[in-house]
């Protein structure tokens, strides 16, 4: 199955994209886990749309959503074996060691 971005037609923010054959929870739970990797999912989505995509597709059949939000409910960071189980666990940590996708950057050109 594919998963297609719909952009709400009142705002930008990436917060308010639905992502079309799944709930919301799994498409939270990626917002979440980028903001504890201080990934700025709106770079993202703007530079590598395809890989947004990729990401989101992942997270809506990922097996481990219970696993996932427990992790980071209760750390407030990023949890020690995120990467064990989750899917897009290379692709958010080769991003986050990218400049220009994080938040101090975006935050030092704004």
Same mark, same amino acid.
């Given at each position: 199955?594919?998963?297609?971005?719909?952009?709400?037609?009142?705002?930008?923010?990436?917060?308010?994209?639905?992502? &079309?054959?799944?709930?919301?929870?799994?498409?939270?739970?990626?917002?979440?886990?980028?903001?504890?990797?201080?990934?700025?999912?709106?770079?993202?989505?703007?530079?590598?749309?395809?890989?947004?995509?990729?990401?989101? =597709?992942?997270? +809506? *059949?990922?097996?481990? *959503?219970? *696993?996932? =939000?427990? +992790?980071?409910?209760?750390?407030?960071?990023?949890?020690?074996?995120?990467?064990?189980?989750?899917?897009? &666990? &290379?692709?958010?940590?080769?991003?986050?060691?990218?400049?220009?996708?994080?938040?101090?950057?975006? *935050?030092?050109?704004?």
């Amino acid at each position: 199955m594919s998963m297609t971005l719909h952009q709400h037609p009142n705002n930008q923010n990436v917060e308010h994209h639905v992502v &079309a054959g799944f709930g919301s929870s799994a498409f939270d739970l990626l917002l979440m886990r980028m903001e504890a990797l201080q990934l700025e999912p709106d770079e993202v989505r703007r530079i590598e749309s395809r890989v947004f995509a990729d990401l989101a =597709e992942a997270c +809506g *059949k990922c097996e481990s *959503k219970d *696993k996932c =939000e427990r +992790g980071l409910r209760s750390a407030g960071a990023v949890e020690h074996d995120w990467e064990s189980y989750c899917p897009n &666990a &290379a692709t958010l940590s080769a991003l986050a060691a990218l400049p220009w996708f994080g938040k101090a950057r975006t *935050k030092a050109t704004s």
